[in-house]
T-cell receptor, first 113, second 114 residues
Framework: DTEVTQTPKHLVMGMTNKKSLKCEQH?????MYWYKQKAKKPPELMFVYSYEKLSINESVPSRFSPECPNSSLLNLHLHALQPEDSALYLC????????????FGPGTRLTVT | GEDVEQSLFLSVREGDSSVINCTYTDSSSTYLYWYKQEPGAGLQLLTYIFSNMDMKQDQRLTVLLNKKDKHLSLRIADTQTGDSAIYFC??????????????FGKGTKLSVKP
């Protein structure tokens, strides 16, 4: 099973809402990542979790709050977002933090109104 | 700083070979990658090459690396309409002991005409 799943597939939220994006993998990977991809742009790294601990935070605003409750799950909690945060949010995982193969999920298409 | 450059568009006929080119700036990159993204989907890792190699072949895909010129290319033999997608070149930067920092190019949109 080389699958990374993400839910929901699409999300529309207002600027005052609180919502969460979920990511799951059952490959036994110990590194998990959140990327943000704006339309017609490449993905940009947001966070890296290594062995369930946050190891990289690429200066992401605090309205994005990641959580790694266990080695298979990665959440991204969203609060007080802005319309410019509308994007495709991609989750990825790799065997370890030094592993060169990152497997990506299909993404959550987020629209902030 | 790190930068990865790709041409934005490539159009080929079905059955022809496609060659997608990429240049990168960071000479300390350890791995270089090609990802494929179909519309509305996530990224699929196609292939990668370690920086001490100059060629890697995997079925229809051939990756060439010229480390001196910091140039990477992906050749797709016998291109099919199902190969139509955006292809991202990426380099990994050793970031505090992690390979997690992938720097992506802007992507090349490959269109395959029947």
């Amino acid at each position: 099973d080389t699958e990374v799943t993400q839910t929901p597939k699409h999300l529309v939220m207002g600027m005052t809402n609180k919502k969460s994006l979920k990511c799951e993998q059952h490959m036994g990977h110990r590194a998990m990542y959140w990327y943000k991809q704006k339309a017609k742009k490449p993905p940009e790294l947001m966070f890296v979790y290594s062995y369930e601990k946050l190891s990289i935070n690429e200066s992401v605003p605090s309205r994005f709050s990641p959580e790694c409750p266990n080695s298979s799950l990665l959440n991204l909690h969203l609060h007080a977002l802005q319309p410019e945060d509308s994007a495709l949010y991609l989750c990825a995982s790799s065997q370890g933090p030094r592993s060169y193969e990152q497997y990506f999920g299909p993404g959550t298409r987020l629209t902030v109104t | 700083g790190e930068d990865v450059e790709q041409s934005l568009f490539l159009s080929v006929r079905e059955g022809d070979s496609s060659v997608i080119n990429c240049t990168y700036t960071d000479s300390s990159s350890t791995y270089l990658y090609w990802y494929k993204q179909e519309p509305g989907a996530g990224l699929q890792l196609l292939t990668y090459i370690f920086s001490n190699m100059d060629m890697k072949q995997d079925q229809r895909l051939t990756v060439l690396l010229n480390k001196k010129d910091k140039h990477l290319s992906l050749r797709i033999a016998d291109t099919q309409t199902g190969d139509s997608a955006i292809y991202f070149c990426a380099e990994s930067i050793d970031y505090g002991g992690s390979q997690g920092n992938l720097i992506f190019g802007k992507g090349t949109k490959l269109s395959v005409k029947p």
